[in-house]
């Protein structure tokens, strides 16, 4: 069973950085999309970076050049870099995985079979 932990995030300041790691365990897909999502208090849950297993990221407009989806050698953690965050980026922070060989929409939630357990980023201004 795939299980995914993660770790990171806090509170900074606007314009300050923060990475999220999540470590990925029992995964056995040979290929799948890792990625990140947000979700504000009252919102939906948003897509905000993806990543093919072997292929190129994906970023939601509203990240773009700001945040940076990785992952490492081993293919087992997964990071999310933020940079120079808004108060708006403020949200609990998901990563997921989802089993697909493709996925037209990679920053699409219902994609997603598996997730990791949340965690909070606070920007405050």
């Known amino acids: 069973q795939v299980q995914l932990v993660q770790s990171g995030g806090g509170a900074v300041q606007t314009g300050g950085s923060l990475r999220l790691s999540c470590v990925i365990s029992?995964?056995?897909?040979?290929?799948?999309?890792l990625a990140w999502f947000r979700q504000a208090p009252g919102k939906a849950r948003e897509g905000v970076a993806a990543k093919e297993n072997r292929g190129p990221p994906t970023y939601a407009d509203s990240v773009d050049g700001r945040f940076f989806i990785a992952k490492d050698n081993t293919g087992n953690t997964l990071y999310l870099e933020m940079d120079r965050l808004k108060p708006e980026d403020t949200g609990m922070y998901y990563c997921?995985?989802?089993?697909?060989?493709?996925?037209?929409?990679?920053?699409?939630?219902?994609?997603?079979?598996?997730w990791g357990q949340g965690t909070q980023v606070t920007v405050s201004s």
């Open positions: 029992g995964n056995t897909y040979y290929n799948y999309y």
């Open positions: 997921a995985l989802a089993p697909r060989d493709y996925l037209a929409a990679s920053l699409g939630a219902t994609n997603y079979d598996f």
